[in-house]
């Protein structure tokens, strides 16, 4: 590894911190650039690969932070008794879905495409901080509209919503381009 300062730096910040850290606090705690932070950080998970360590450095949610190797996980889970993250319904993973591509999107148009009612699986995303409100839209009552959080990024371990697959790469039983 690097003996700059900078690199420790990061390394400490990112062990300091509990939550993703954003580019933009690294920038401005080091004064450094976007593509220099990104320079260390892959110097950084070079030498953690290299050395066998168990730990990674994860680009999710416009931000970095720790993570535990994909291969020790399993060890990790049962020797602190980890539960899983709670799995979504097939109901809530549509609904999600279809927020992740269309939103800003209201609950009418979601269950327009669903065909069904979305109340419960809104509510529970909502409390689960899988999505939020992010408005209202200009049209006869003004309906909510709702769109994706960073927590949604950190669940499906995505730097952004841009990080989705292409709709039409997307294999679906439920949908198909012929319908």
Excluded: C, W
């Amino acid at each position: 590894m690097g003996g700059d300062k900078f690199t420790s730096l990061i390394e400490a910040i990112l062990f300091y911190e509990t939550e993703v850290v954003s580019y933009e606090k690294l920038m401005r705690i080091t004064n450094l650039d976007k593509d220099k932070i990104l320079d260390i950080v892959n110097e950084l998970n070079l030498d953690y690969q290299k050395a066998l360590h168990g730990i990674t450095i994860a680009e999710v949610a416009g931000g970095f932070a720790f993570q535990i190797k994909k291969d020790i996980f399993p060890e990790i889970r049962d020797i602190y008794n980890i539960r899983g993250k709670s799995r979504l319904s097939q109901s809530a993973l549509t609904v999600l879905s279809i927020i992740a591509y269309k939103q800003p999107v209201t609950k009418g148009e979601i269950e327009a495409i669903r065909g069904v009612s979305a109340d419960n699986q809104v509510r529970n995303l909502i409390e689960k901080g899988l999505i939020e409100i992010v408005g209202r839209k200009e049209t006869f009552g003004k309906p909510l509209l709702y769109g994706t959080t960073k927590e949604f990024l950190k669940y499906f371990n995505l730097k952004s919503i841009k990080d989705l697959p292409e709709i039409n790469e997307l294999k679906s039983d439920e949908y198909s381009d012929d319908e």
